[in-house]
């Protein structure tokens, strides 16, 4: 009787075994980068959080910048932020004109990040700043 409890017991534990779920990076920018007149600092800000099993994800933010001609784009910075939690994050990413100096032309995000679902990359709106 008692081999057969702990028979039972073995095979409740087995069954209830939970099967892995693929962790998933569920993201949205949630403010476009901004342009204007004398623009000093862009900024954008984006959101995520992780369904399935909880395994760090980690998203690397480009600031590009493309020519008033649309003939030549260029990374200007990048940033890496990490997302842990099913809880929703944000995060606001910046990047900053020389001092004494405005933005020019077109300045964007990409954000890159691989999940369960493969590589992703989103892009923002374009921001046109200019000088007055």
Do not use: R
């Amino acid at each position: 009787m008692k081999k057969l409890l702990v028979l039972f017991v073995l095979v409740l534990l087995m069954g209830c075994k939970k099967e892995p779920q693929p962790t998933v990076l569920n993201l949205a920018i949630t403010q476009q980068p901004t342009g204007g007149y004398n623009v000093e600092t862009v900024s954008a800000t984006f959101t995520g959080s992780i369904t399935g099993d909880i395994v760090p994800v980690v998203v690397t933010i480009e600031w590009w910048w493309e020519n008033g001609y649309h003939t030549d784009q260029k990374m200007k910075s990048t940033n890496n932020y990490t997302f842990s939690s099913a809880t929703m994050n944000a995060f606001t990413t910046s990047w900053a004109a020389s001092a004494g100096y405005y933005h020019l032309n077109y300045f964007w995000i990409k954000i890159k990040w691989t999940d369960a679902n493969g590589a992703h990359v989103m892009e923002s709106n374009k921001a046109y700043c200019d000088a007055s």
